[in-house]
């Protein structure tokens, strides 16, 4: 560990005092793997004592985070403290506090800690308790002497020799779970300041290991207490910068006797791997054993090189340039505090030329603290006058308040996902020198509209495009600047130049207005609707032709609006039932929305790179999908996953970081927010693919009404604070920035009751106000019975359907990745633990109770609807369990699905199906479609055939008992064609039933026939009725067996793609049975499978039978490569061959091909 010693700095602002707790010190300083794990509480100061807290994990969740005397505008408070008594009887509860490790850190009492104005703490009349905890291997080492003689070395290091007495009170020496506890306290009679020595110097050597003591009894025996004030440094040249990725940083944590190399960007726990101080976070039950990360405090340093210095006459300017700081950070340059932050989402610049002028290192040092989030969470949240809500609003999944908080929120634990709460620089960071007259671009905003065009309302399409420009500078624009523009295409070609006009210059940010010929531009289209044309437009700021500023975007011409405008008269003639639509149209045109919902593809932000991303979009492109909702409480999507979307067509519908929560608001607050939420849109606003932005998640559906329903008296104070945040700040960031995007202030609502742009608030919600008989707003739904899955009569019936879903296991391979062999079994502590549906609801890590209620959910409709995996391989048979619960969640998934497509053309004209979820954040059971390892699910192949343009689907009624089979289109033109309708048995032979018994009270007897052609006509984005069966009826017939029989439908269609003016023919199959799979008299289909080098395919035959959900494996011997299959989970009759070409996502396994195997439904229920 690299010697630290404390920083005495009068003008710091922000002072940590950090403790090494005895317990934590005792196991970190044995091994770097011991620091890896354990229970400890070091780098916190305790304050209360009230409850109970956790022993499980040694976390106490009423205690707040280190002292910070000034950070982010809050004041020193007035602490409360734990009274020891500073007397010679420490009673049995502080025996039992210090068993838990309760005492892993410093506690102080009596006259308690005093904030001087020279940012220094003193302890005066007062005492220390602390703890060693020792196991079998030290026990006989560790006696009362070598504590009390150690205490006093170290008191007398820190300047402490004038006073004090230590006394070793307490030797438990009746092992708990193989540990003993000392307990004891240091008592002195005059005042000490720790920030100083005795002779007034700063103590620099207080704290640091001396060299002859062996870590593992230094770190037993240590109270360390240092006073952190860590510096910012950038120098001065003109024009120059530096890329602080480039700088070699060290990350540390003196309590834990951490010291290792750090990046940039990167956060605490990425950085702790790298260095072999902890094992992958996401092995095992890591995401509990490393909780100690997230409770600790790290500050990353480095002494820069490469600055061009300035002598105290130069003007020459210097900043400091963080795109993101997770979360709470104090920087300091030099020995100078700058600036402490506050917020994961917010760009950082800092001015700190002065600070350059007057340093005199050759190699400066800047530093980053940061303070543990869930401590800062606890502490703000426990301050006099601190938001409350009623019980179950706030949405607690692990660590608590984090609605306090502007950060990550599933951070703090989510039902899919971990709770690591990371720390550290996760974004780009620069140090930037400016001669006085030059300028710095750190953001800027494009806005292409319709000229007229206003939020939330279509535009008119034939009108010229209005370019708008906006651009941020550190330094400021000189008076005069002008702004030119230049439009080039994908190849270079100009198309336009010419001069903004209405320029608006206020220094640090200037604006400019252009309006386009809009015959010069191709428009930009998503994916199955036409071309994805870019252009590339720089914007120059110049003053006496020299450019001062320079800024290049890639953008399309599009306009995307998120039509909620009441149903019209032409409407309802048409049959669409009243009330308001919510549909969103692109370029003036109305489409069916296919998509799902994206989440944090990782805990760790770092490690999202773009070509992941890319090669995650890729599978989105080949699974039909049109559109993603960017999930609220993850966080806000980064430019190069924006440019991936452009080029591939993938509307981003975008949503601020709130969800499943009301928030505070403060005026610091809500200025926060306002920061935060204006430079993510101007950042963003370009980008042809923004669809949408929401003000977050679930909030009108969920929370305001779980506040009326538990505290209805205080409805309307909520109800007011929900719209000062979400309309009065949120809305007007947006509207304030951008012309061309809707806003929602939630996800899951009515809609607007009324628009009107000249109100100072344009937007009244509906909320609740609804008319009987009409229709609103999109829906979710989820629905845990299983025995109510393929009930349609439970489905929400609405104009889109924006959440939905159901979760399952991931595959073997994926799961090897994260778990040992021997816990590779379905209902194993790991894999129990690892599924967090259902949530803890707070820090208990023995999560059984509601964990093995998702469990059951899933074995339950295994169980109920599809032959049991029966493997006597153990592993077999577990991962034939895995796939099994995936087939449910496709199958539910299927059933949901084609029921909203149906929807488009019925009366309530749905337009939208974005299930939930697209991917994994790691590896575990979740509603995912895609694993963490790039792996396709069951369901992203089943999407991938329901979001087909052109579909047939039987959807059954089960409170009717009629069977409807539709074909749906969601071409913008009609569609004609035929499908072959038949009942076939298991077996293979087409059997003689009913076909197309419309009425139930038919007098009429139906024909009995092998098979039946009905011809269709679909309209544009619509669903035709081919024919009904009455089940019940059917039943009831001697020669139908509902065991021995599946419904089996093909189609085929000829119509025109979107914005195209060929034909194209569509096939289409889908099947209904009458009786879950598990009761079926299901045949061997005799499965054989050729890989034919040649296509890049293999053949697949069922040479026996029918073979329900055919499935094409990998090798587990063959994890090392993703692939993806063009079909797969499909149905093949007797005698049928199916060609299936195949597409590498990622890696390599030498002969895999030879490996893959072919499997139905009927083998998952075999004994191998």
């Keep these: 560990m690299a010697s630290v010693g404390l920083r005495n700095t009068p003008d710091a602002m922000h002072v940590s005092i950090v403790v090494a707790g005895l317990a934590a010190m005792c196991k970190a300083a044995t091994t770097p793997a011991a620091a890896a794990g354990g229970n400890s509480t070091a780098g916190r100061v305790d304050r209360r004592i009230s409850k109970e807290f956790n022993p499980y994990t040694g976390y106490n969740p009423y205690t707040g985070p280190p002292l910070r005397p000034s950070h982010a505008g809050y004041s020193a408070p007035n602490w409360p403290l734990y009274h020891c008594g500073c007397n010679n009887k420490l009673d049995e509860r502080d025996l039992r506090l210090a068993k838990h490790g309760f005492y892993d850190q410093l506690h102080v009492s009596g006259s308690g800690l005093k904030f001087t104005g020279k940012s220094m703490y003193s302890i005066s009349g007062s005492c220390v308790v602390f703890a060693c905890r020792w196991n079998d291997t030290n026990k006989e080492a560790v006696t009362t002497d070598i504590i009390a003689q150690a205490m006093m070395d170290i008191w007398g290091q820190c300047g402490g020799n004038t006073a004090g007495t230590v006394s070793v009170v307490h030797n438990d020496k009746k092992p708990q779970d193989g540990y003993g506890f000392w307990l004891g306290y240091m008592r002195y009679e005059k005042g000490l300041d720790f920030c100083k020595g005795a002779d007034s110097s700063p103590a620099r050597d207080c704290f640091r290991r001396p060299k002859s003591t062996p870590i593992a009894m230094m770190s037993c025996i240590s109270v360390v207490v240092a006073i952190a004030a860590t510096a910012l440094w950038q120098g001065a040249a003109a024009g120059h910068m530096l890329d602080l990725s480039d700088q070699a940083w060290q990350l540390q944590n003196l309590p834990l006797n951490i010291s290792v190399p750090g990046q940039v960007p990167s956060h605490v726990h990425l950085d702790l791997h790298d260095a072999q101080v902890i094992g992958d976070p996401y092995f095992g039950l890591n995401d509990f054993n490393l909780r100690w990360v997230a409770l600790a405090n790290w500050t990353y340093t480095t002494e820069i090189t490469g600055l061009k210095r300035a002598n105290t006459s130069d003007d020459l300017l210097t900043y400091i340039l963080f795109n993101g700081l997770d979360t709470f950070a104090d920087i300091s340059f030099c020995g100078k505090h700058i600036a402490s932050t506050d917020n994961q989402f917010r760009q950082w610049r800092f001015d700190v030329s002065d600070a350059v002028r007057s340093c005199a290192s050759e190699r400066p040092e800047l530093g980053v603290s940061f303070a543990s989030a869930p401590s800062m969470a606890e502490y703000l949240a426990s301050q006099p006058g601190a938001e409350t809500w009623p019980w179950g609003i706030e949405g607690w999944f692990e660590f608590p308040h984090r609605a306090f908080i502007r950060k990550e929120q599933s951070d703090f634990g989510w039902d899919w996902g971990p709770a690591f709460a990371p720390a550290g620089i996760w974004q780009k960071a620069w140090i930037v020198q400016l001669a006085p007259d030059e300028v710095y671009v750190p953001n800027s905003a494009l806005d292409l509209y319709r000229e007229g065009q206003i939020n939330d309302l279509p535009p008119d399409q034939v009108a010229d495009w209005v370019l708008n420009c906006s651009i941020d500078a550190l330094n400021s624009f000189p008076k005069g600047a002008e702004m030119k523009f230049t439009v080039k295409d994908a190849t270079g070609g100009t198309i336009s130049t010419g001069h903004l006009t209405n320029i608006t210059n206020a220094g640090d940010v200037i604006t400019g207005s252009a309006t386009l010929d809009a015959e010069k531009y191709k428009l930009w289209w998503p994916a199955g609707m036409g071309a994805q044309n870019l252009y590339n437009i720089t914007v120059d700021v110049v003053k006496q032709n020299k450019t001062l500023a320079s800024v290049t975007k890639r953008t399309g011409f599009r306009t995307i609006v998120l039509n909620m405008g009441e149903i019209t008269d032409e409407q309802l003639a048409q049959g669409i039932a009243p009330g308001n639509n919510w549909h969103f149209e692109i370029n003036g045109h109305e489409f069916y929305a296919k998509g799902s919902n994206f989440i944090p593809p990782d805990a760790f932000w770092p490690r999202v790179t773009p070509d992941r991303i890319r090669t995650l979009f890729r599978s989105v492109v080949a699974g039909n999908q049109n559109m993603l909702r960017v999930w609220a409480s993850g966080a806000y999507s980064p430019d190069f996953m924006y440019d991936a979307a452009d080029e591939m067509g993938i509307l981003l519908w975008s949503e601020f970081e709130f969800g499943d929560a009301l928030y505070p608001v403060t005026e610091d607050f809500l200025e926060n927010v306002r920061q935060e939420a204006v430079y993510q849109v101007r950042r963003t606003n370009h980008h042809p693919s923004l669809a949408l932005w929401a003000g977050g998640n679930e909030l009108e559906s969920l929370e305001l009404p779980g506040v009326n329903a538990s505290a209805p008296e205080e409805y309307d104070r909520y109800l007011h604070e929900y719209e000062t945040l979400f309309l009065e700040t949120l809305l007007p960031a947006v509207y304030g920035n951008s012309r061309s995007i809707t806003y929602i202030p939630s996800s899951t609502e009515n809609g607007y009751l009324s628009f009107n742009w000249s109100r100072p608030i344009p937007i009244i919600e509906r909320y609740n106000n609804k008319t009987e008989g009409s229709l609103y707003g999109d829906t979710d739904h989820y629905n845990y019975n299983y025995r109510q899955a393929f009930n349609i009569s439970t489905y929400p019936v609405g104009r889109f359907a924006n959440e939905f879903g159901f979760h399952s296991m991931p595959s073997l391979a994926t799961w090897r990745e994260a778990l040992p062999e021997d816990e590779l079994y379905f209902n194993s502590s790991t894999i129990m633990l690892r599924n967090h549906h259902y949530p803890a609801g707070g820090l208990n890590i023995t999560n059984y109770d509601n964990s093995s209620k998702g469990m059951a959910e899933m074995t339950l409709a295994v169980t109920e609807y599809y032959p049991l995996p029966d493997k006597a391989d153990p592993i077999a048979n577990f991962s034939s369990w895995c796939h099994a619960t995936q087939i449910f969640q496709a199958d539910f998934y299927k059933s949901q699905i084609q029921f909203y497509r149906a929807g488009s053309g019925g009366r309530e004209r749905q337009l939208g199906s974005l299930y939930w979820q697209l991917e994994d954040i790691w590896q575990a059971p979740t509603w995912a479609g895609i694993e963490y390892s790039g792996r396709w699910k069951v369901l992203h192949y089943v999407a991938k ?177 993703i692939v993806s299959f063009e079909e797969n989970a499909f149905l093949l009759n007797k005698g049928q061959t199916k060609l299936v070409k195949y597409s590498i996502i990622s890696g390599s396994s030498p002969g895999w091909e030879d490996r893959v195997t072919a499997d139905s439904i009927y083998g998952q229920g075999q004994r191998d």
């Excluded at 059997?991 to 679909?1018: A, C, M, W, Y």
């Excluded at 067996?1041 to 914005?1059: Q, S």
């Design 945 to 1121: 055939d329901i979001y087909e343009s052109v579909i047939l689907a039987p959807i059954f009624n089960q409170s009717s008992g009629i069977l409807d089979v539709y074909a749906i289109s969601d071409l913008w033109s009609e569609v004609k064609g035929s499908a072959t309708l038949g009942w076939v048995g298991w077996d293979g032979r087409l059997l003689n039933h009913t076909i197309g018994e419309s009425e139930s009270t038919t007098s009429v007897p139906p024909s009995l026939v092998r098979q039946k052609d009905v011809q269709f006509t679909i309209s544009a984005i619509n669903s035709t009725l081919l024919t009904s069966f009455n089940m019940t009826k059917l039943a009831e017939s001697e020669s139908f067996n509902a065991t021995e029989c599946l419904f089996v439908a093909n189609l085929t269609a000829i119509g025109t793609p979107i914005n195209s003016k060929a034909t194209k023919t569509y096939r289409h199959t889908n099947t209904f049975t009458p009786t879950p799979l598990s009761s079926a008299a299901l045949v061997d289909p005799g499965l054989s499978i050729v890989h034919k080098k040649g296509d890049g395919a293999f053949e697949v035959t069922a040479k026996q039978g029918v073979s329900a959900w055919t499935w094409l494996s990998v090798s587990d011997k063959d994890a090392s490569i």
